[in-house]
Nanobody, 127 residues
Framework: QVQLVESGGGSVQAGGSLRLSCAGA?????????MAWFRQAPGKEREAVAL????????YYADSVKGRFTISQDNEKNTLYLQMNNLKPEDTGMYYC???????????????????WGRGTQVTVSS
């Protein structure tokens, strides 16, 4: 059974940094695994932040995070990361790790396509 567990969230001031981690990426997907970070602010829809395919470069960044966030993965540790720099108040929300089996490459960055989810970690950025 796949169990994704996020960690690393917290409260920071604008301009600060956080590094999110997601343990438990599904090994059974082997080379057909797309991992992603999504976020959801109160009253808003869940949106994709970044996607990355197994053993490949990042496949997608939301325009709002380009140049500030970096998605990466450690395949030996089976862990996904999101380095978030220069955080802004609008980055506040619950951040979720997600996974889906996909080939070739990652699917479109839509939450409905991903079938494995963590419970989320809260990120709060104050001005």
């Amino acid at each position: 059974q796949v169990q994704l567990v996020e960690s690393g969230g917290g409260s920071v001031q604008a301009g600060g940094s956080l590094r999110l981690s997601c343990a438990g990426a599904p090994r059974y997907m082997y080379s057909q695994r797309c991992m992603a970070w999504f976020r959801q602010a109160p009253g808003k829809e869940r949106e994709a932040v970044a996607l990355i395919y197994m053993r490949a470069d990042p496949a997608y960044y939301a325009d709002s995070v380009k140049g500030r966030f970096t998605i990466s993965q450690d395949n030996e540790k089976n862990t996904l990361y999101l380095q978030m720099n220069n955080l802004k108040p609008e980055d506040t929300g619950m951040y979720y790790c997600a996974a889906v089996r996909s080939s070739p490459g990652c699917p479109p960055p839509r939450a409905a396509i991903f079938n494995y989810w963590g419970r989320g970690t809260q990120v709060t950025v104050s001005s």
